[in-house]
């Protein structure tokens, strides 16, 4: 029976190559040659292979692209050896759709473990002891909760970093929220001996629900390493002329001006670009200015726009700005 945890999001059976330990290949019927000598049955982790000829319907959410996928499969090549363990830190991230820093290997593999006994030494595994170990059941597969999964990252990943999972956690970036901002925060304050707690909490400040995308997070932290005010996520506008209340990405409600970051899709889907005009002319309807960021803004004129319309002074033309890449659209 499929276990998806509390998601609720779409999801799609897809076919995996059945996967077997090489101490059950005679009963299948192959040979050692064929095992050791051939391609046939390549080796996921060291004494687990995958048959191609052989597939399996997986649970699998609608938005896992192949990385999640190969993710996976070597997580259940993994508990076929060792059943008692459960994926965390960067496996647990991708697992449940977090962003990850682009420099952030994905593997070797991060399982963890609350048995004091266990031991797993192999190519590709880094195995983990310890007491912080709550489990839950995500699309089939044993992964530390939402909560001890953000906790594990936080030794590895900056603040910024940090703040980018914890909205994807809490927000509705792969479908409904995996826990709450304040369950997030307890389970940080409340767990002992953990390392990095002070970046963890520092991160947590920064992290607002609700958030669609790693793009309004980046734009809302460029926001502030920039010295402009936070903006509001998602503040409520009712458009009469739409007859309904229209939420932009953020928004400066006193100054009535909102910023709407555009994917691809907004510009390759015509009915998004469609559905962007409609909205963007209900909300100037309302008095409101909304400006349009892409990956190709000029975010030096962005920040001009956005002082003028505050009325804040302009940012200084010496060209220093605070380290971090939003430039690169990540």
Not at 14 to 25: H, I, K
Not at 43 to 51: E, M
Not at 93 to 122: E, K, M
Not at 184 to 189: C, I, R, W
């Amino acid at each position: 029976m499929f276990h998806g945890g509390d998601y609720t999001g779409e999801w799609e059976l897809r076919d995996c190559p059945e996967l077997f330990t090489s101490a059950t290949a005679p009963k299948r019927g192959i040979t050692r040659h064929r095992l050791f000598r051939t391609s046939t049955y390549p080796t996921i982790v060291k004494g687990v292979r995958a048959d191609a000829s052989s597939t399996v319907a997986r649970p699998t959410p609608g938005w896992a692209d192949e990385e999640w996928t190969d993710t996976a499969q070597r997580l259940r090549a993994i508990l076929l050896k060792f059943p008692q363990v459960a994926a965390g830190h960067v496996t647990a991230a991708c697992l449940y759709g977090w962003p990850l820093p682009r420099n952030q290997p994905h593997l070797p593999t991060h399982v963890f473990s609350a048995d004091g006994n266990a031991r797993i030494r192999a190519q590709g595994i880094r195995f983990h002891r310890t007491t912080l170990f709550t489990s839950r059941l995500f699309f089939d597969l044993p992964i530390l909760d939402p909560a001890h999964a953000f906790i594990s990252l936080g030794a590895d990943l900056d603040v910024d970093d940090l703040v980018r999972v914890g909205d994807a956690a809490v927000g509705n970036w792969h479908g409904p929220p995996l826990l709450t901002l304040e369950k997030l925060t307890a389970a940080v304050v409340g767990t002992r001996r953990i390392r990095s707690r002070r970046r963890l909490l520092t991160a947590l400040d920064l992290v607002r629900p609700t958030v669609d995308s790693p793009r309004e997070t980046d734009l809302r932290l460029w926001l502030r390493s920039v010295g402009l005010p936070e903006p509001t996520v998602h503040p409520q506008i009712f458009c009469a002329e739409l007859g309904r209340v229209v939420e932009p990405d953020l928004g400066y409600e006193h100054a009535r001006l909102a910023l709407e970051y555009d994917g691809d899709h907004h510009r390759t889907s015509k009915g998004q670009w469609n559905s962007d005009i409609a909205r963007d002319e209900a909300m100037r309807q309302e008095g409101w200015t909304v400006l349009r960021v892409t990956g190709r803004t000029d975010y030096r004129l962005l920040e001009a726009k956005i002082r003028r319309h505050l009325g804040l002074a302009q940012p200084p033309q010496d060209g220093t700005r605070p380290p971090g890449d939003w430039r690169n659209g990540r």
